[in-house]
């Protein structure tokens, strides 16, 4: 079945730094979609990336999708303390299965 | 627009035992899916109904089990529970059930089996 892996699955940074999260599935995804949730929280949709090599930013956060449409990416500039999290990637299936397959997610701490 | 509501928040049961766990989704929304979280197997999709019927499963067995009503509402059941069924339960909600429709997650269940 699709498999969707992201590394790191842990980053610790100190605040000011910069943070990428990577995601790769094993079959090209339709969409893909990226959720963060707060240590104690539920996952918050973030934003969805349709087209090939798209590229969206929402503030500090710069989000892509790849050529092929299998891996993307997700990159903070500047972390700070409000970062904190866990950051997951979701794609949908294939065919009439498609359900969202969630990655492990990357857990970002920022150290003050 | 109230959030997804989920009840109960905590649950403490014994192995054997069943449970029922419930989920009102964002006014308007037909589709809810549950979602178990665990630390090892992080989130993982259990079933997603959408105008009473499931229309996608996930890979837990037949214990695991749901249903949803004409007001969207949905339960989820699991019987006979075991030690490895603790965990954080998730019900998100979404307009339609559609490949590129965004969940809208509640707070969960968390449910510790005894």
């Known amino acids: 079945g699709q498999q969707v892996m992201q590394i790191p699955q842990y980053q610790h940074v100190q605040e000011g730094e910069d943070f990428t999260t990577y995601c790769n599935s094993s079959t090209t995804l339709s969409n893909i979609q990226w959720y963060k949730q707060r240590p104690g929280g539920h996952p918050v949709f973030l934003i969805q990336?349709?087209?090939?090599?798209e590229v969206k930013k929402q503030k500090r956060l710069t989000f892509q999708f790849g050529e092929a449409k299998k891996n993307s990416s997700l990159h903070i500039t500047a972390t700070q303390t409000t970062d904190v999290g866990t950051y997951f990637c979701a794609g949908p299936g294939g065919g009439s299965n498609y359900k969202l397959t969630f990655g492990k997610g990357t857990l970002l701490t920022v150290n003050p | 627009k109230a959030g997804v509501t989920q009840t109960p928040r905590y649950l403490i049961k014994t192995r054997g035992q069943q449970v029922t766990l419930s989920c009102s989704p964002i006014?308007?929304?037909?589709?809810v899916s549950w979602y178990q979280q665990t630390p090892g197997q992080g989130l993982q999709f259990l079933f997603e109904?959408?105008?009473?019927?499931?229309?996608n499963k996930g890979n837990f067995p037949g214990r695991f089990s749901g249903r949803q009503f004409s007001n969207s509402r949905s339960e989820m059941n699991v019987s006979t529970l075991e030690l490895g069924d603790s965990a954080l339960y998730l019900c998100?909600?979404?307009?339609?059930?559609?490949?590129?429709?965004?969940?809208?997650f509640g707070p969960g269940t968390r449910l510790t089996v005894l």
């Open positions: 990336l349709v087209k090939s090599g």
């Open positions: 006014s308007g929304h037909r589709s």
């Open positions: 109904y959408f105008s009473e019927t499931q229309r």
């Open positions: 998100a909600s979404s307009l339609t059930s559609g490949r590129a429709d965004t969940q809208y």
